[in-house]
Structure formats: C-alpha cells, structure tokens
C-alpha cells in the first residue's frame, strides 16, 4: 500500500472517528431537551413567517426563532423573554439571505436555493420579483441560554426524534399560508370543453352594457352561453336573489356545455361556468370565444386595478379611483414614525384603513404603544392569541419607524443612474391581529372584501370586551343620545338616552345642486339601456353637507306609537339630539342601498364635508318646564290563544302536591324538602320536570328548607286599577309566578326580569319573554364590554336600549367625555367601488400639518385630498380656548 493511499485511508478513519464523536456530542448535549422536543401534529400551527411580538420574519436582519415545543416564532429581540418565561431551551432559527441578482450573464438565472426544502412553504415578506432576487436559506438549532447552535441539516448527528420534529417544522406549512388556504375555494381547474368548443356563426353580437335575460326581464346575475351567444339569467337562489334559472334551462335543452358571466369580463379573465361539469372552471382561449360575439376583452374594466377588485359595466367607478388614489399625482413617499403602511392580506383594505386611524389617536397610541413593555412581559404563554399583544405589536410596528426607512443615499444614487425608482415601504402584515379579532365572525373571518365602517364598530367591541379593569381607549368615541317622543295628540312627551359612537348622515339625493344634471343623465341611461347602446358619460350628484345634517336633525315618524296618555295607538314624533359630545366624532356618510340581489350598491355621491364643525346647535335641552311626560306605562299584550292556553292550564293546576312524585325524586337521593319543593314548583307535572328543577336549583343556599305553601296561588297584584292592562313597572315577582315560569322551560333570571317588566302579570311576562330573547337580556345585565357598540344612526329603530349604556355603567351612568361641540377633520376613509362588497379603501390622515395618504402599504404626502369622496370621517374635538 502506497504512503499517499494509507495516508487518504487515516485521514478517513480519523475523520470517520470525529463525525461520531461530534455526533455523540450532540446527542448528549440534547439529552436533557428531548422532553421539551416535540413532533408537529394535524391541527398545529407553525409560526415560522413572523414573530409574535413584533414583525420581525426570516428575512429580517436577526432572523426568526421557532420554539420547537410550542412552535411560536420569536425575532431576535424577543426570544429571550419566551425563554425565560417557558424555560424552553430549543428553538429553530430560521435565516433568508436575499439580494438582488448581478446583472449580466447570471441576470436570468433561477433564483439560488440552499436548502430548498427548508422553506418550501415559507412566503417571502417582501415583494420580491424571483426573476430580480435571490435568495439562500439557513436554518439551525439555537440552545439558550448558551446559544449554542448546531447547523442544519444534520441527520447522521442529532437524535432521531430531533430530525423528525426538524423536518416536521420545516414542511408544516407556515401558520396563516395554512389558515389563508383553508378560507379560499380549491383551485379551479381548466374545462375540458376549452379547448374543443363549437361556435355557432350565428351573427350575434352583445353590447357593451344593457344586457337582459332573453326570457325575462332579469338585470342581474346574467350569464353568455359561448356556444350561441345566448345571454340567460343564472340561478335562483334560496333568499330569492340570483335569477329565474333560464341559463341551466337552456343548456338542458342545448347541452351547450360553457357560459361566462357578464359582468365579470375583464382584460385579466372571467369568471365561467361548465354545466355538464357542474363547476366553475378556467377557459384558456375566453379572449377567443368572447371576439367570436364582438367582446373584446382589452376594452373591459380592469377588474384589478392595484390589486383590488373593482366591477365591470360601472364606469363612474374609474374616476373615482384615480381620484381618490391621487393616481394622476406624482406623490412623495414618507418615512419614518406614523408613516408606516399596512399590507393589504388580499381584500384586507377594509381593516387596515381603520386601524391606521385608530393608531392616529393619542389614546390608542398611550394604552397600547406606551404600556408596550407591560403588555408583552404580562402576555400569555401564546401571545398570538392576546387581543392586547396584537395591538401593541402593530402600534409599535406602525409607530416605531422601524418598518418605514428610507432608501440609503447608495440606493438612491444607482435607481438614478438605473433611471428607475423601486424602493417602497415593505409595511407591516396584520395577519396575527386580523385571525384574532375576525375569529368566529362569519364575515371578517373570511378573505373577503368587508364594509370599513362595521368594522370599525367590530373593533370597538374587542377593544371594550379586552379593557375590563383598565382604560378603555374607544371612550374618546362614546358618546349619549337623548331621543325625544312626542305623542300629537296630547303634546305629552318622553326623553331617553343611550350611547352611540358613530352618526349616520343621510345622502338626500333631491338636494343634488346639480339635480336637473342627474335627471338629464337618467333619462339618457335609459333609453341607451332600453336600446342596448352604449351609456351616456355619468354624472355626479353633489349634495350640500348642510343638507345631510338638515336630513339628519328632522323629526320622524314613530311607526306603530302606542301612546300610554292615550292608552291606544297614535301619531309619534321623535327627535334624537347630542346629550353629550364626544372627544372625537364619526360620521358616515349613508352612500349604499340594497339592490333586488340585496348586495350592497353604493350611490354615487359627492359631499362637500367642512374642515370644521359646530354642532353645539345639536345640544338636548331636556324635559322642558312647558313640557308633560307620558305616563310610565306599558301598553297592553294580546297572548296568541295557544299560549294562553297554556298559561290558563297552569293557573288552574291544583297546588296540592303529588306525594308520589315526591317519594320518587327522594328516592333518588335528594333532600326530601327538596322533592316537595321541586314538584310543587313544577306545577304537579311529573318526576322528570321536578327532576329538571332540582338540577337548577340545588345549588341555592335555601335548596333543602322546608316548603312555606301559601293559601292560594296568586299570579301578582290585581291591575284593574291601570286601563286597559296598563301597568306600572317594579314589583317584584312572587315565587309561586317564577315556579310556573321556570316550569315552562324558561330560565329562573329571565323569568324574574320578564316578571318585574310586566308588574307580575303572568300572561304579560309569557309574552315578553317571547319578544325579549335570552341574549338581550344577558347583554343588558352584562358589561358593556360584551355589548357591540352602537354605530346606527340616532333615528335606527336597532339602537341600544339604555340598559346598555356603557363598559362603565355604575349608579352615576355611563361614563362619557363631554366637552364642547366644535370639531376639526383630521381623517377620512374613502371606498372605490360599487358595493362595500368589493372594491378598495384609502384613508387619509392629517399628521403635522400636513395631508397624508395610506394606500395600503404605501404612504405618501397627499397633494389633492378627495375629502368631497369620502365615506366615514373622523373629527376630534376642538379645544374650548
């Protein structure tokens, strides 16, 4: 054997001889973790895209840690406190190096991947074009306190469950990739008819708009048949929207397999139908088989514009985009603390609009940004699932300027030489905070397009539900309503309050100051609709804002006002008027209506909303000395006979008790006072209705005294001193009227509550009880904090009784920050869009002087704010200097 081959053959021993001493090394270096090491299972989320107390992710410069017990990601600055907090030494520290390719021959390369498994469902933070960027992945496994790390992969040396929770991290799918996944519909496959499909030359063309179903008069919902140019309605659906089916009908009769829906074309697609395969399905040649009928789809509206979905056939809509988005403009961007942007999450826009609002308010910014350290050190073991965590983590980030520097002097210096500008703000994700405060509601739990203005009553409600006990920054909105009804006949009249947080002004179209325009335009829209040409240029309605507040301070009718002077129905009258002002004020603007689809359609309006506002005009006065209230009474209730029925077996049953029913219950086990107790308060009706009764009340401090029973069974005091059944309110119940009550199957607390309304009167407390359902009452004996807050306007017949004032109701009332009532704007949000169902919002915001506009994760100096456009507006008090 030659010297150089015995020499290659000891240097592999000897290396052989390392690696297994490596290897054993770090086998007995994770010993004392393996109990802490766990294997991802069905139904865990990994959190390897972003940290939980900030928006640090792989590729930010200190990477992301993934506990590998929990499965929460950490930035750098934060890992130590879960460290400390868990005593869980193991975490995952996941790096992505990116950087823009060298140009030249390397420029069209494939983005370089070292270990490309690792990441292989990781989405980039950034928005990174793969044929510009490249990227490397690093991943090891960081051991605190010493951070000692081992580099990954390492399979011949970790443990073998080590490698099995490794590899299991590393291909769970990121935590919300996996959520967003499960809200959209399964891919769309292409039809098999795409390609083969028969067009008929039967010289038919479509118009541009004015399309009808050829067998009814439907508008809506209308579908092409692309093998006959056919244009039929679609189906109808159980709410009675949708159509009268005449597009299935004819396919049915045709078999021509494909339709598109109308009012979807744009230059990027369609939306289109298979009916033998009884999905909807992707078209590869759409362009092709809509020119075949004079559709060319280059000249549809864009369905995206940005990103966001706007709607076909709407062409006010184009202007009002360009408007409101300064698209003309060429528009500095802005850095730095405030100026941060949120990234829209696919139809988010909705959501970060109000909350970059929200984070504009001193008290948002001192209960959630200034408490930052407080917050995160008293969080949960999961912080991702704390209301007050997420807030804090997306003030910071909006607030800190972290996430919102400028380009260095360099990269400035070579986008000029490029002649190119490319460096925007990456913005800051709100997928943690967005899957938390959308949990559970059908609607903002979804990817899909949502109204800014109940969202901004939903956030409210969380924010009050989570500051039991501490300061509650949605005060600055609260504020009282004072509602006054006047019965015409006898002048007399009757004053409430409840709380609010939002005023609705009312869009009066006839107050148009451009009215004989609109009427003009109206006329043409028909006659090219009803002659399927093209549509005139739209017009604009422009609406005073005094006209709105005029339209909003009106007296109304009261429907069905049943006057307690009178004893009987009659005219009302009610006027609602400020009882206090709020620190800062909303409005918003009323532009939607419902179409015959009842989807939302929005009106096009334009309002010349002043930059500041006095309403001290507004003040309630209260009862006035000239004035009489109503009598306190309620009007009488007419019991359905099957009810009363009911309600009469149960007055005449007999109150001896049935020993029988008693001597089975005490068989049983229970207290023998017990069982007479539970039989006589369940009327007699058996072992099982008594058995019912002991459940519920056994645990009640007197459950096993003796029965007191009383001579006669009286359902209340007699009211035949109140006319017509009219009573007065705040007896309180005798228990026998409780028992028959409960005995019915309703529970005790609702009973006494439907009792004590209706002066004992048994009939009456049946009745209220079917028109004040369980959950009113738990709210209204709730906190407020678990009461949505209000946002109708002051006429909604939906409003907040004042049983739910406020989170702080006490004897003294609702706390409220009153104040004088001059106003200054300092933000809109507007909507581009014919329904609140799709398009996109932008909010702009007045910050040091200065106009500034947030569209999405883009932030600039705004040069022409579209105040006349907006949708909801947000005025903070003035001060009273």
């Not at 406020?806 to 014919?834: C, N, Q, T, W």
Request: aromatic share 10%; with cysteine.
């Amino acid at each position: 054997m030659s010297f150089l081959r015995r020499s290659k053959l000891f240097c592999k021993k000897r290396k052989q001889s390392r690696n297994a001493k490596m290897a054993a090394d770090l086998g007995e270096l994770l010993v004392p973790y393996m109990p802490t090491i766990r294997v991802p299972k069905t139904g865990d989320r990994v959190f390897k895209s972003e940290c939980a107390f900030s928006f640090d992710s792989p590729e930010s410069e200190g990477g992301l840690y993934v506990c590998m017990n929990t499965f929460l990601g950490f930035g750098r600055e934060h890992v130590e406190r879960h460290y400390r907090k868990t005593g869980q030494s193991v975490y995952m520290h996941l790096k992505r190096h990116v950087k823009e390719k060298a140009t030249g021959a390397a420029g069209g390369a494939i983005p370089r991947r070292r270990n490309g498994k690792v990441f292989l469902d990781l989405e980039l933070n950034r928005d990174f074009n793969g044929e510009d960027y490249e990227y490397e992945d690093e991943v090891k496994l960081v051991i605190f306190p010493d951070h000692f790390e081992i580099p990954l992969p390492n399979i011949e040396e970790l443990p073998a469950l080590v490698t099995i929770a490794c590899d299991a991290v590393l291909n769970a799918p990121s935590a919300y990739k996996k959520q967003e996944l499960e809200s959209w519909d399964e891919e769309i496959q292409v039809s098999r008819h795409a390609r083969s499909l028969r067009q008929l030359d039967n010289g038919v063309r479509i118009p541009p708009s004015g399309w009808k179903c050829q067998k009814c008069e439907m508008r809506e919902n209308l579908w092409l048949n692309l093998t006959d140019g056919a244009v039929l309605c679609g189906k109808w659906f159980f709410d009675g929207s949708g159509g009268n089916g005449h597009a299935l009908d004819h396919y049915k009769e045709t078999k021509y397999p494909l339709a598109v829906k109308l009012d979807t074309i744009t230059p990027d697609g369609a939306d289109v139908y298979s009916f033998e395969e009884e999905e909807a399905v992707l078209d590869p040649h759409i362009s092709e088989h809509l020119s075949h009928f004079g559709i060319d789809m280059l000249q549809m509206q864009k369905r995206t514009e940005n990103g966001h979905h706007t709607d076909n056939n709407s062409r006010p809509r184009v202007s009002e985009w360009e408007v409101i988005q300064e698209s003309g403009m060429k528009l500095k961007a802005v850095f730095g603390s405030g100026y941060t942007g949120i990234k829209n999450l696919g139809n988010s826009c909705y959501l970060g609009t109000v909350l970059q609002v929200l984070f504009s308010i001193p008290d948002f910014q001192r209960m959630y940004v200034g408490n930052l350290q407080r917050i995160f050190d008293y969080s949960p073991l999961d912080p991702s699932q704390d209301f007050a965590t997420q807030m804090a983590k997306l003030g910071h980030g909006l607030l800190s300027g972290q996430y919102s520097k400028p380009p260095m002097k360099s990269e400035l210096i070579e986008q000029v030489m490029k002649e190119e500008y490319k460096h925007q703000q990456k913005g800051v994700s709100p997928r943690m905070l967005k899957a938390l405060v959308s949990r559970g509601h059908p609607e903002f739990s979804s990817n899909r397009q949502q109204d800014a203005h109940e969202f901004f009553l939903h956030i409210l409600n969380v924010v009050e539900r989570n500051s039991a006990g501490s300061e509650n920054p949605s005060d600055v909105f609260r504020f009282l309503v004072e509602e006054r009804v006047q019965c015409c006949q006898t002048r007399r009249v009757r004053y409430t309050q409840r709380v609010d947080y939002c005023i609705q002004l009312p869009a009066p179209i006839e107050a148009a100051t451009n009215r004989e325009e609109l009427l003009a335009y109206e006329a043409k829209r028909r006659d090219a609709e009803e002659n399927t040409r093209a549509p005139p240029e739209p017009v604009r309605a422009r609406i005073p804002f005094t006209a709105c507040l005029q339209a909003f301070t009106e007296p109304e009718n009261v429907p069905d006002f049943w006057s307690s002077a009178l004893q009987a129905k009659s005219a009302g009258i009610k006027t609602s008027r400020f009882a206090s002002f709020p620190e800062y004020l909303v409005l918003q603007i009323k532009k939607f209506t419902f179409g015959v689809d009842w989807v939302p359609k929005k009106l096009d309006l334009a309002i010349d909303v002043p930059d500041f506002l006095d309403l001290s005009r507004l003040r309630a006065t209260g009862l006035q000395a000239s004035e009489e209230e109503l009598p306190d009474l309620m009007p009488p209730i007419v019991l359905p006979e099957d009810t009363r029925g009911i309600l009469n077996q149960l007055l005449k049953r007999s109150p001896e008790i049935d020993e029988a029913a008693v001597m089975q219950l005490a068989e049983m086990g229970f207290p023998l006072e017990a069982c007479r107790k539970a039989v006589y308060y369940t009327g007699n009706m058996g072992p099982e209705m008594a058995f019912n009764w002991i459940i519920a009340h056994m645990e009640e401090p007197d459950f096993a005294e003796p029965l007191t029973l009383p001579s006669m069974m009286d359902p209340g005091p007699s009211t035949s001193d109140s006319p017509m059944g009219a009573t007065l309110l705040g007896n309180s119940p005798p228990e026998e009227s409780i028992a028959i009550l409960t005995s019915m199957g309703f529970p005790r607390a609702h009973s006494i509550q439907a009792l004590k309304a209706t002066n004992n009167n048994l009939e009456r407390a049946l009745d209220w009880i079917f028109t004040h359902p369980e959950e009113e009452e738990s709210d209204a004996l709730s906190d407020m904090a678990d009461t949505e807050p209000n946002g109708n306007a002051f006429s909604n017949a939906n409003s907040h009784s004042d049983s739910t004032l406020s989170p702080d109701r006490d004897a003294s009332g609702p706390r409220v920050k009153d104040g004088p009532g001059r106003y200054e704007l300092f933000a809109f949000i507007s909507h581009m869009g014919a329904s609140t169902m799709s398009g996109h919002y932008v909010c702009h915001i007045k910050k040091e002087g200065r106009w500034v506009i947030y569209n999405d994760h883009k932030v600039c100096l705004s040069e022409r704010p579209p105040k006349d456009l907006g949708y909801i507006y947000f005025y903070h008090r003035l001060s009273s200097s």
